[in-house]
């Protein structure tokens, strides 16, 4: 089992290398597109996520940690300017404010319960963390709705 000290110092790492990639990613997503930056991110961050389940080391987790941090950070910038992009300007703001308050009223919430739940193990460790599921599940359904061509922002019917 970690120490709350190890907790503390895992949720770090993970702040920072999220905040990092947010720096390094978002004028990235302007330059090749954010979809082609949400996929990968998506994909790294969540393969990170599974293997640090499974490692019996302190060390790689920490690793792990990081590489999800950076791959689910890289998440935040393409998914806002996609949403910007794809969404009529009269309708913008509400995209934007239910997608924002999503992390706080649903992830908090859930996560809560998760973590109640599961006693402070691995797994409330990790669905505790409201940004990182519900940001990979908006970049998903964005993802998925960038690559359906019957899907068309309003302004272009």
Not at 57 to 69: D, E, F, I, N, R
Not at 107 to 134: F, K, M, P, Q, Y
Request: some cysteine.
């Amino acid at each position: 089992a970690l120490s709350t000290a190890h907790n503390g110092y895992l949720t770090g790492t993970l702040a920072f290398f999220w905040t990092l990639s947010i720096l390094v990613n978002g004028p990235l997503a302007d330059r090749i597109g954010q979809v082609r930056l949400m996929v990968p991110g998506l994909v790294l961050g969540a393969v990170a996520f599974g293997l640090s389940a499974a490692v019996g080391s302190v060390a790689l987790l920490y690793v792990l940690t990081a590489l999800a941090g950076f791959g689910c950070g890289a998440i935040v910038p393409a998914s806002l300017s996609f949403l910007a992009e794809q969404s009529a300007p009269e309708k913008r703001g509400l995209f934007y404010g239910a997608a924002q308050s999503s992390y706080t009223l649903i992830g908090s919430a859930i996560g809560a319960v998760h973590a109640a739940c599961c006693d402070g193990g691995w797994l409330a460790r990790e669905l505790s963390c409201d940004r990182r599921t519900l940001g990979a599940g908006r970049a998903a359904a964005l993802c998925l709705r960038a690559w359906d061509p019957a899907q068309q922002r309003d302004d272009e019917r």
